[in-house]
């Protein structure tokens, strides 16, 4: 049943065994031809800006990528009554809101479906996963002139025409129907990479698991099997593809960039800041204050969503935490076995 | 026995090691994003323009370098976000020594971005339209070469005001009530660009304002008439008389070629495309907005420059100079053989038969009357507040004046007042 038992008999006991890196005596110059580049990649293209945005954020620097004068953390200060800056993260919540959400469930019922397909299932794959390839410039024209244009002839509003629904001229300048055109172009660019990951979470699932399920009564590939084996398997994916999908929400520029332009409730973080280094702005103290401000909310979103529900941990730690945060908010905690199979 | 050289898989891995390494090399090489020869060094000269919607202008721009006998010129026909592209490569260096620009603003050139061109501008400055000069002037120095003016105005169906009984709109009020009048099921009113907003920037003027005071010290787009006007947009995307969602926005002819909207928001240089596509294009002025209000055309335009860390600035200096001020026969073809602009040079206008008659006649003569143009000293900084404003007003519904108060006073710190 376990992945041990399943181990290959003919591997010789020694190297199973042995743990750490695998060390090969003599390719030492190898191993610094392959890695030199990538290093100096990380160090001029990663490292060299990180520091340098960081000494530029305690600078003056308008105009100029070199500091002109110390300011200490008046630029940081700038940021905490920015309403722009403010509401540039509004923004992001609300994106973040209707894209996670989303591409989740679509991403998990593709997972499924696929999985659960008997043939071409690698056709399937594919075909969901080329979107990815697209480039955001290339999908946000296809979504601008043709899909969501205003006109008649665009190919939403003729859809919309066939249900008896009249056509919408401003999906691109009015809310709510900005949001519609975002979430889905991001959704179809972005659902084939989470289902493939999905699909690896899937496939990982012991099929005992089931076995045992439908042993003890529960109908194979019946809701209540996905609810009680699959969804509680795959608790480590979902907590990473949460987790990736909320940098990647975070980090949103093209869409809003090339759909909406440069409105202030459809202007995220990037394209805000963007516009203060690299806009007419060009206030590149201010930019990388704001820059750094940023990577420290993603890096304390990411530590909190850790510790709630947890991102490759075995035990149950974070599900306890989340018992206990549900319990003192007043509402009955969840039953400890729940979610558990059968 | 024979020797063969083995083809290892240790050996094929090195050698894909080594070509990432070369072409990792290879890209940190140049910083012209892959565009052109930088042309800085051994005499050449790269001269940026941005692209252009007109068939013929790349072919044009060569040509004209071609014909250059003094330095080897590369035409970099930049397609894209031009500002932006041209703001990195002012600031980094490289790849850029004489350049086209629409936006000069004080601080760049307070900066060093530019190149003082007033050497060679103050003895022929007489020569151009005085309102060409308004946006390279800072301070009695000139930082460019007017290369075209570009009147921006309102055309419209003639044969569907006569139709309907509408004169050309004076006031802003009338422009709502024949927009109104002329929207029906298959065609809007008024085409003011997706976002609504393409006339905006010169209602500023249109309603008694500018952007900035006389002494220059503190925005004056704040007006009554301002809020006034902006409401009025505000009263037409409500009653659905605004065109939105076309697959082009304002500055392209087509949506308006297509019989979109009845009267839209353009550029001069849409005239050609227009006239071949209907026969009753008529052009208007933007209305005067309010009771301060006074009719005016929005005077944009391009102009040559020369780049501050440009490694030939001499040369660059001397090619421009040949180009936009010296040689007049190019500036005539750039001007009106592909699209219709005003050359800037009052004398090289006067010879333009487009510019004689019919509706070419009439925006020179708007531009000439009305024509406004935006001052140096108007910066990114101050304008974003304003930016914003207009957008929450416009798509988000914010209350005109409320936010015009907010835009003048983040204007205003923006500009130290």
Same mark, same amino acid.
């Given at each position: 049943?376990?992945?041990?038992?399943?181990?290959? #008999?003919?591997?010789?006991?020694?190297?199973?065994?042995?743990?750490?890196?695998?060390?090969?005596?003599?390719?030492?110059?190898?191993?610094?031809?392959?890695? *030199?580049?990538?290093?100096?990649? !990380?160090?001029?293209?990663?490292?060299?800006?990180?520091?340098?945005?960081?000494?530029?954020?305690?600078?003056?620097?308008?105009? *100029?990528?070199?500091?002109?004068?110390?300011?200490?953390?008046?630029?940081?200060?700038?940021? +905490?009554?920015?309403? #722009?800056?403010?509401?540039?993260?509004?923004?992001?919540?609300?994106?973040?809101?209707?894209?996670?959400?989303?591409?989740?469930?679509?991403?998990?019922?593709?997972?499924?479906?696929?999985?659960?397909?008997?043939?071409?299932?690698?056709?399937?794959?594919?075909?969901?996963? +080329?979107?990815?390839?697209?480039?955001?410039?290339?999908?946000?024209?296809?979504?601008?002139?043709?899909?969501?244009?205003?006109?008649?002839?665009?190919?939403?509003?003729?859809?919309?025409?066939?249900?008896?629904?009249? #056509?919408?001229?401003?999906?691109?300048?009015?809310?709510?129907?900005?949001?519609?055109?975002?979430?889905?172009?991001?959704?179809?660019?972005?659902?084939?990479?989470?289902?493939?990951?999905?699909?690896?979470?899937?496939?990982?699932?012991?099929?005992?698991?089931?076995?045992?399920?439908?042993?003890?009564?529960?109908?194979?590939?019946?809701?209540?099997?996905?609810?009680?084996?699959?969804?509680?398997? !795959?608790?480590?994916?979902?907590?990473?593809?949460?987790?990736?999908?909320?940098?990647?929400?975070?980090?949103?520029?093209?869409?809003?960039?090339?759909? *909406?332009?440069?409105?202030?409730?459809?202007?995220?973080?990037?394209?805000?800041?963007?516009?203060?280094?690299?806009?007419?702005?060009?206030?590149?103290?201010?930019?990388?204050?704001?820059?750094?401000?940023?990577?420290?909310?993603?890096?304390?979103?990411?530590?909190?969503?850790?510790?709630?529900?947890?991102?490759?941990?075995?035990?149950?730690?974070?599900?306890?935490? +989340?018992?206990?945060?549900?319990?003192?908010?007043?509402?009955?905690?969840?039953?400890?076995?729940?979610?558990?199979? #059968? | 026995?024979?020797?063969?050289?083995?083809?290892?898989?240790? &050996?094929?891995?090195?050698?894909?090691?080594?070509?990432? @390494?070369?072409?990792?090399?290879?890209?940190?090489?140049?910083?012209?994003?892959?565009?052109?020869?930088?042309?800085?060094?051994?005499?050449?000269?790269?001269?940026?323009?941005?692209?252009?919607?007109?068939?013929?202008?790349?072919?044009? @721009?060569?040509?004209?370098?071609?014909?250059?006998?003094?330095?080897?010129?590369?035409? %970099?026909?930049?397609?894209?976000?031009?500002?932006?592209?041209?703001?990195?490569?002012?600031?980094?260096?490289?790849?850029?020594?004489?350049?086209?620009?629409?936006?000069?603003?004080?601080?760049?050139?307070?900066?060093?971005?530019?190149?003082?061109?007033?050497?060679?501008?103050?003895?022929?400055?007489?020569?151009?339209?005085?309102?060409?000069?308004?946006?390279?002037?800072?301070?009695?120095?000139?930082?460019?070469?007017?290369?075209?003016?570009?009147?921006?105005?309102?055309?419209?169906?003639?044969?569907?005001?006569?139709?309907?009984?509408?004169?050309?709109?004076?006031?802003?009020?009338?422009?709502?009530?024949?927009?109104?009048?002329?929207?029906?099921?298959?065609?809007?009113?008024?085409?003011?660009?997706?976002?609504?907003?393409?006339?905006?920037?010169?209602?500023?003027?249109?309603?008694?304002?500018?952007?900035? %005071?006389?002494?220059?010290?503190?925005?004056?787009? %704040?007006?009554?008439?301002?809020?006034?006007?902006?409401?009025?947009?505000?009263?037409?995307?409500?009653?659905?008389?605004?065109?939105? &969602?076309?697959?082009?926005?304002?500055?392209?002819?087509?949506?308006?070629?297509?019989?979109?909207?009845?009267?839209?928001?353009?550029?001069?240089?849409?005239?050609?495309?227009?006239? =071949?596509?209907?026969? =009753?294009?008529?052009?208007?002025?933007?209305?005067?907005?309010?009771?301060?209000?006074?009719?005016?055309?929005?005077?944009?335009?391009?102009?040559?420059?020369?780049?501050?860390?440009?490694?030939?600035?001499?040369?660059?200096?001397?090619?421009?100079?040949?180009?936009?001020?010296?040689?007049?026969?190019?500036?005539?073809?750039?001007?009106?053989?592909?699209?219709?602009?005003?050359?800037?040079?009052?004398?090289?206008?006067?010879?333009?038969?487009?510019?004689?008659?019919?509706?070419?006649?009439?925006? @020179?003569?708007?531009?000439?009357?009305?024509?406004?143009? &935006?001052?140096?000293?108007?910066?990114?900084?101050?304008?974003?507040?304003? =930016?914003?404003?207009?957008?929450?007003?416009?798509?988000?519904?914010?209350?005109?004046?409320?936010?015009?108060?907010?835009?003048?006073?983040?204007?205003?710190?923006?500009?130290?007042?």
């Amino acid at each position: 049943m376990s992945a041990r038992t399943a181990a290959p #008999a003919a591997v010789p006991v020694d190297r199973a065994a042995r743990s750490g890196p695998t060390r090969i005596r003599g390719n030492g110059l190898a191993f610094w031809l392959f890695f *030199t580049p990538f290093l100096v990649g !990380l160090l001029v293209f990663t490292v060299l800006p990180l520091i340098w945005g960081a000494t530029l954020s305690l600078f003056e620097a308008r105009g *100029t990528v070199l500091p002109t004068e110390f300011i200490g953390l008046d630029n940081f200060r700038g940021f +905490l009554v920015d309403t #722009a800056f403010l509401q540039s993260l509004r923004t992001f919540i609300v994106f973040a809101l209707c894209i996670v959400p989303v591409t989740m469930a679509a991403s998990l019922a593709l997972a499924v479906l696929v999985n659960g397909l008997p043939r071409f299932q690698a056709f399937f794959r594919s075909v969901f996963f +080329l979107p990815t390839a697209c480039s955001y410039v290339v999908a946000c024209v296809v979504w601008r002139l043709s899909l969501f244009n205003g006109l008649e002839s665009g190919v939403v509003n003729q859809m919309l025409g066939l249900v008896g629904i009249d #056509a919408i001229s401003q999906w691109l300048s009015a809310s709510p129907y900005w949001w519609i055109v975002l979430v889905s172009v991001r959704l179809w660019l972005q659902v084939g990479f989470y289902m493939l990951l999905f699909l690896a979470g899937l496939q990982a699932i012991p099929a005992q698991l089931y076995e045992a399920a439908a042993v003890d009564g529960l109908s194979p590939g019946g809701f209540s099997m996905f609810r009680l084996i699959t969804l509680p398997q !795959l608790r480590t994916t979902s907590a990473a593809v949460l987790l990736l999908l909320l940098i990647a929400a975070f980090q949103a520029f093209d869409e809003f960039y090339n759909l *909406t332009g440069n409105n202030p409730e459809t202007r995220p973080p990037l394209v805000y800041l963007y516009n203060v280094a690299l806009g007419p702005q060009q206030d590149f103290g201010r930019g990388s204050a704001g820059a750094l401000v940023l990577t420290a909310i993603m890096v304390l979103a990411g530590l909190l969503q850790t510790w709630l529900i947890g991102f490759g941990s075995d035990d149950d730690t974070p599900r306890r935490r +989340l018992g206990r945060l549900r319990r003192r908010g007043g509402r009955p905690a969840s039953r400890p076995d729940q979610g558990e199979a #059968a | 026995m024979t020797t063969r050289t083995r083809f290892t898989r240790r &050996g094929a891995l090195g050698l894909g090691g080594m070509a990432l @390494a070369g072409a990792g090399l290879a890209a940190c090489g140049g910083n012209t994003g892959g565009l052109t020869d930088p042309g800085g060094g051994g005499g050449g000269l790269s001269q940026w323009y941005h692209q252009y919607g007109e068939e013929g202008t790349q072919d044009a @721009a060569k040509r004209y370098a071609a014909d250059y006998g003094e330095a080897t010129v590369t035409v %970099n026909w930049v397609t894209g976000d031009y500002a932006a592209r041209l703001s990195t490569a002012l600031l980094s260096g490289g790849g850029v020594d004489v350049f086209e620009n629409n936006a000069i603003a004080v601080d760049q050139a307070d900066q060093g971005r530019y190149v003082d061109l007033t050497d060679i501008m103050e003895p022929v400055k007489d020569q151009f339209n005085e309102a060409s000069l308004g946006p390279v002037t800072i301070d009695g120095r000139i930082w460019g070469i007017p290369m075209i003016l570009d009147p921006q105005h309102f055309y419209y169906r003639r044969s569907l005001f006569e139709k309907a009984g509408i004169a050309p709109p004076e006031t802003f009020d009338d422009l709502v009530a024949a927009a109104t009048e002329l929207t029906t099921p298959d065609q809007k009113g008024l085409f003011l660009g997706n976002n609504f907003d393409a006339c905006t920037w010169p209602m500023v003027w249109a309603a008694g304002g500018s952007p900035l %005071n006389e002494a220059k010290d503190a925005v004056a787009y %704040n007006t009554p008439g301002y809020a006034q006007g902006l409401a009025a947009i505000q009263r037409m995307i409500k009653d659905d008389v605004l065109l939105t &969602g076309a697959p082009s926005d304002w500055a392209d002819p087509a949506a308006f070629a297509s019989g979109l909207a009845a009267i839209t928001w353009g550029g001069c240089w849409a005239l050609p495309a227009l006239e =071949d596509a209907l026969d =009753d294009i008529g052009v208007f002025p933007h209305p005067a907005v309010g009771p301060e209000g006074r009719q005016v055309a929005f005077m944009g335009g391009w102009n040559e420059q020369v780049a501050g860390n440009s490694e030939n600035i001499e040369a660059a200096i001397a090619y421009a100079k040949w180009l936009w001020i010296d040689q007049t026969e190019h500036q005539t073809d750039w001007a009106l053989s592909y699209g219709f602009h005003i050359p800037p040079i009052t004398a090289v206008a006067e010879q333009a038969e487009a510019l004689k008659e019919g509706n070419g006649l009439e925006i @020179a003569t708007m531009a000439a009357e009305m024509g406004v143009t &935006g001052p140096p000293e108007y910066t990114g900084d101050v304008g974003t507040p304003r =930016d914003d404003a207009i957008s929450n007003i416009l798509k988000n519904g914010a209350d005109p004046a409320e936010e015009l108060a907010k835009a003048e006073e983040a204007s205003n710190r923006a500009l130290g007042a």
